[in-house]
């Protein structure tokens, strides 16, 4: 019976891949954990949780310990807009969370590591059209710079300890369930609340901001698939280019005001416009696609039409 523990489980990933875990490999098999955000009834009630501060080596070691997983998924982390609020503090959640967790996973012989990179890894002086796998890496965002570190990081514990981490650049990630934390592509979530619940929106990019995006089943299938895959067959094991689809905030708008014909979006930039300014347009994914097969099923029409469905039918079933 395989083990696993999640960090992060509350937020946005989390709440969904927790679920996903705890059905394919067994409730009690899937230890969901969290720093911050109370747990909503979807973890909390599936399977066993704990309080884990990833900042707190001591205690990311005993719990480790304590619970001896076969993998990890690593996903406790501060995201790129609330990141700049508190660099600091993003810096040692962000690098020393996965530097506690990375040790622990070598002390204690865990199997597998998951921990998620972001397009944030790129900057202005990127390629910004399909930028490639393995190209120029500046970012402006603190959250940026430490998902670069962490990819060599991460690196850097495959090749020294043979640490099997697996990871991906994650784009916007777009979902129903549990919503973003203070990312700079949350607005494509916003959006489609706000179409539901007012029928209008101010979006803090500009209308022609183009970001590539991925809805959350081709976001959990990625990290489950690349952590099925022959490790043979990976050349890259961490930080690979995902692609799903790429569109405006306006391509956005109007494909939600083609089910909520009422709806109308305001475009007032702040300053989140130049981080997503900084940010690929879209990428070459061609690593993971031959490594271990990635194919994303959500385009810009599914994905709009799944997550007004989804949105729609919790609606009637309680408050938003
Ligand atoms: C963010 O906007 O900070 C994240 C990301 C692209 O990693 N969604």
């Known amino acids: 019976m395989k083990t696993i523990l999640v960090t992060g489980a509350c937020g946005q990933i989390g709440t969904d891949l927790t679920g996903v875990l705890r059905r394919l490999h067994g409730e009690n098999t899937v230890l969901a954990t969290s720093g911050g955000r109370p747990p909503a009834d979807s973890v909390l009630g599936t399977g066993p949780f704990d309080v884990l501060d990833v900042t707190d080596g001591e205690a990311v070691d ?49 199997r597998q590591l998951f921990w998620p990179s972001s397009i944030a890894v790129f900057g202005p002086d990127t390629p910004r059209e399909r930028t490639p796998q393995d190209t120029v890496m500046r970012p402006t965002t603190i959250y940026g710079v430490s998902k670069v570190a962490g990819e060599l990081l991460c690196d850097y514990y495959v090749r020294r300890y043979g640490l099997d981490v697996r990871g991906v650049r994650y784009p916007g990630v777009i979902s129903s369930e549990a919503p973003p934390g203070g990312g700079t592509t949350d607005y494509a979530v916003e959006m489609f609340h706000a179409a539901l619940s007012s029928g209008r929106y101010t979006c803090f990019v500009r209308e022609d901001t183009v970001l590539p995006m991925i809805y959350m089943p081709d976001c959990l299938k990625a990290a489950l698939d690349l952590m099925a895959a022959e490790s043979l067959a990976l050349q890259h094991h961490n930080a690979f280019n ?59 029409p599914r994905m709009t039409a799944d997550m007004l469905g989804r949105l729609r039918a919790r609606r009637s079933t309680g408050p938003d």
């Open 62 to 110: 005993r719990l480790v310990r304590r619970s001896h997983p076969d993998a990890i998924y690593h996903l406790a982390a501060r995201l790129s807009a609330v990141g700049e609020t508190d660099p600091q503090r993003a810096w040692l959640v962000n690098m020393g969370g996965l530097y506690n967790i990375l040790e622990a996973a070598r002390a204690h012989d865990v």
């Open 242 to 300: 995902l692609a799903a689809m790429r569109f405006s905030a306006g391509d956005l708008a109007q494909a939600i005001t083609r089910h909520v014909p009422h709806f109308t979006c305001t475009f007032e930039p702040d300053e989140r416009q130049a981080i997503a300014d900084s940010w690929p347009r879209s990428l070459d994914d061609t690593a993971a696609r031959r490594e271990w097969g990635w194919r994303p099923d959500f385009d810009l």
